[in-house]
């Protein structure tokens, strides 16, 4: 009988600690799918290029996607523009268009146009394909960025003026 209830008690330890396991591995698998589900906010800031890129006046911001990484990648193959994490910088920002398209992931995305006079005065007069950057029609005013957010072959689905 001894053996009996020793193979028992060897049992149940076996049943517990697999129950355990699957404890912490119920565990590991949730904390896994909360990380491969977090948002980020990331930015793609098109003043600044390099090799052939084609520098322009503004920075788009995707706030709160699953989808940073890959939104920095297409930052630098397609634009060769400057990706990084958070929003775009706010210095010199002269206003935003908030695009009103809807994301998959929820996530929110704008367009900030910069005053970009200084970029093109450190250019000097070399500006151009082989001595700096060109910058196709930079906005100036508020009302150069409202008519770009109106512009709907620019903005398909529709974008809002925003301030920053």
């Known amino acids: 009988m001894r053996p009996?209830?020793?193979s028992c008690?060897?049992?149940?330890?076996?049943?517990?600690?697999?129950?355990?396991?699957?404890?912490?591995?119920?565990?590991?698998?949730?904390s896994a799918g909360d990380f491969a589900g977090a948002k980020a906010?990331?930015?793609?800031?098109?003043?600044?290029?390099?090799?052939?890129?084609?520098?322009?006046?503004?920075?788009?911001?995707v706030v709160a996607t699953v989808a940073a990484s890959e939104f920095s990648d297409d930052c630098r193959a397609k634009h060769q523009a400057t990706?990084?994490?958070?929003?775009?910088?706010?210095?010199?920002?002269?206003?935003?268009?908030k695009l009103l398209?809807?994301?998959?992931?929820d996530s929110l995305v704008y367009d900030w146009y910069y005053d970009v006079s200084d970029i093109?005065?450190?250019?000097?007069?070399?500006?151009?394909?082989?001595g700096g950057p060109t910058f196709e029609k930079p906005a100036v005013t508020v009302d150069d960025?409202?008519?770009?957010?109106?512009?709907?072959?620019?903005y398909e689905d529709g974008a809002e003026l925003v301030m920053p």
Not at 41 to 61: I, K, L, N
Not at 83 to 97: L, M, Y
Not at 101 to 105: A, F, I, L, T
């Open 4 to 6: 009996l209830i020793e």
């Open 83 to 97: 990706a990084g994490p958070g929003k775009c910088p706010r210095e010199r920002v002269i206003a935003g268009c």
């Open 101 to 105: 398209k809807k994301n998959g992931d």
């Open 145 to 154: 960025v409202a008519a770009s957010c109106a512009d709907p072959s620019r």
């Open 120 to 130: 093109l005065a450190d250019a000097g007069p070399n500006a151009g394909p082989d």
């Open 41 to 61: 906010d990331v930015h793609c800031d098109r003043r600044f290029v390099t090799g052939d890129g084609q520098p322009a006046s503004f920075c788009q911001e």
């Open 9 to 30: 008690f060897v049992a149940l330890l076996c049943v517990s600690g697999v129950m355990a396991g699957c404890d912490t591995l119920g565990s590991i698998a949730v």
